[in-house]
């Protein structure tokens, strides 16, 4: 089994910024993807950004220069730095980690960013 715990996020005007922090523990295999979804009220879970552990990275397109996703692989924490934040980042953000080809996954508590001024 994995945990995954959350840190970050909050309310933040527009045009700022945010860090979010991950931090797995458990049974975690040497390949993995770890990343970040998130939710709006009503609406799916959409993909944000993901990161395998060899280091390849993925980005929704709404994002992509704006967002950065690292990962710490010897702590096995994955981290989404969110700058120029706009109103329709609003949404709750979700941890996630697949590993087992794809046969395990894990969600974070999810954690609430509200961008407004």
């Known amino acids: 089994q994995v945990q995954l715990v959350e840190s970050g996020g909050g309310l933040v005007q527009p045009g700022g910024s945010l860090r979010l922090s991950c931090a797995a523990s458990g049974r975690i295999f040497s390949f993995n993807y770890m990343g970040w979804y998130r939710q709006v009220l009503g609406k799916q879970r959409e993909l944000v950004a993901v990161v395998t552990s060899g280091g390849v990275i993925n980005y929704e397109d709404n994002v992509k220069g704006r967002f950065t996703i690292s990962r710490d692989t010897a702590k096995n924490t994955v981290y989404l730095q969110m700058n120029s934040l706009k109103p329709e980042d609003t949404a709750v953000y979700y941890c996630?980690?697949?590993?087992?080809?794809?046969?395990?996954?894990?969600w974070g508590q999810g954690t609430q960013v509200t961008v407004s001024s």
């Open positions: 996630n980690l697949r590993q087992n080809a794809g046969r395990d996954v894990y």
